[in-house]
């Protein structure tokens, strides 16, 4: 079983940066790729990217790729998602995920309680 714990959402102007955070419970947590999700108000819940069990794999969506990085410390139990330059369109709510693999249609299997981004224009 792995719990996960989402934080470092927030309000923030366009054009700058935030860093989310991701925290597992479970000594599983290295078995697994991480991958961040988010919805927007009216919205289906969209895949942003994922990351291997290694960290040696890295998949972002279209609208994310040269903004948003992934990355994972499996020593701390913890996944990054870092998020700059971004637009009013990036205001949703992020959630992190444990999946059985970091490809964008891989299974989730694990997911968090989500947490809030907000860009102002």
């Known amino acids: 079983q792995v719990q996960l714990v989402e934080s470092g959402g927030g309000l923030v102007q366009s054009g700058g940066s935030l860093r989310l955070s991701c925290a597992a419970s479970g000594r599983l947590f290295f078995r697994y790729a991480m991958g961040w999700f988010r919805q927007a108000p009216g919205k289906e819940r969209e895949f942003v990217g994922a990351?291997?069990?290694?960290?040696?794999?890295?998949y972002y969506s279209d609208s994310v790729k040269g903004r948003f990085a992934i990355s994972r410390d499996n020593a701390k139990n913890t996944v990054y998602l870092q998020m700059n330059s971004l637009k009013p369109e990036d205001t949703a709510v992020y959630y992190c995920?444990?999946?059985?693999?970091?490809?964008?249609?891989?299974?989730?299997?694990?997911w968090g309680q989500g947490t809030q981004v907000t860009v102002s224009s």
């Open positions: 990351i291997s069990w290694s960290g040696g794999t890295t």
């Open positions: 995920a444990g999946k059985t693999s970091p490809a964008p249609d891989g299974e989730v299997d694990y």
